[in-house]
């Protein structure tokens, strides 16, 4: 059976592409950010996962308002990227896992998940950032299951809701039978917000608190509902939903813990506070 070997939250923030394509990982204003990245990097190639289930949420390169699914799985043979503005450079396709893809697909309608299933599927930042900055180099040595979570459009899913999906996908990918390993990403948040009267919100102590669960008590943000949420955290800081649905991937083994690999947490990155959390499979 394939082995699930650990899991990475991250920020994404369109922002980074950018400096990664003007190389100004060593700017003073990047620094605190890029500094985060080589001990996970380290890590990744101690253990060398083959396959990443990422989930993420689309900004509106695939999604748009007028169709948009709350829980949707990638199946495709490769993923595409493509020009979302902010300057992030158009990278070449990103290799699919079909086999695990229908594996998750259909443990997830067994489950009463009623998900929707994307054999063509743009990616955008938030799917393609992590892997450029886990993998800076040449062509990523990984093949990926995007799954789209929906935090744009209300309503959204509740955490719980998220929690018992990613519970699923971590029980797909322990009885998917194959000898690869797997890591999970979450990629979004951490605190912020983009618009209104609270642009420019920021919550470090949430953020902190959040992260912390997540290595002694993953479900502790299950108590709180969207609106509570979106009030902490802000409206974009919901995404943190990811980061849960990540997390819930590595509970369904039996005795299955965790070990802090490494964290980062920096303030801000454009208006964004930037969380970095590698969590590592220990039975
Ligand atoms: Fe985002």
Not at 168 to 183: F, L, N, Q, R, Y
Request: a negative charge.
């Amino acid at each position: 059976m394939a082995k699930l070997i650990g899991c990475i939250g991250t920020s994404h923030i369109p922002a980074i592409g950018g400096a990664i394509h003007k190389g100004l990982q060593q700017n003073p204003y990047w620094k605190p950010f890029f500094d985060g990245f080589p001990p996970i990097r380290a890590w990744l190639g101690k253990v060398k996962p083959d396959v990443v289930v990422i989930f993420y949420n689309d900004h509106g390169l695939n999604f748009f308002l007028d169709k948009m699914p709350t829980f949707a799985v990638g199946a495709a043979p490769q993923y595409n990227t493509a020009d979302e503005g902010w300057g992030i450079p158009v990278l070449p396709p990103f290799k699919g896992e079909l086999d695990l893809s229908w594996q998750i697909i259909n443990t997830l309608v067994e489950k009463e998940f009623d998900i929707v299933t994307c054999q063509e599927m743009l990616v955008d930042h938030a799917c393609t950032l992590p892997l450029k900055l886990f993998w800076p180099e040449g062509e990523c040595p990984v093949t990926v299951v995007p799954i789209c979570i929906n935090t744009v459009q209300f309503p959204l899913p509740k955490a719980s809701r998220v929690y018992a999906m990613g519970k699923a996908v971590g029980e797909a990918i322990a009885a998917w039978d194959s000898d690869k390993t797997v890591a999970v990403i979450g990629s979004g948040g951490l605190s912020h917000q983009l618009d209104g009267e609270r642009a420019g919100h920021i919550n470090k102590v949430f953020d902190l608190q959040f992260m912390e669960s997540l290595l002694t008590n993953p479900e502790w943000a299950t108590q709180f509902s969207i609106h509570e949420l979106v009030e902490k955290t802000g409206t974009q800081g919901v995404e943190l939903l990811m980061w849960l649905a990540m997390r819930a991937a590595l509970t369904p083994g039996q005795g299955a813990g965790v070990r802090k690999v490494h964290s980062n947490y920096h303030i801000p990155i454009s208006n964004t506070a930037t969380g970095l959390l590698a969590l590592e499979k220990v039975d």
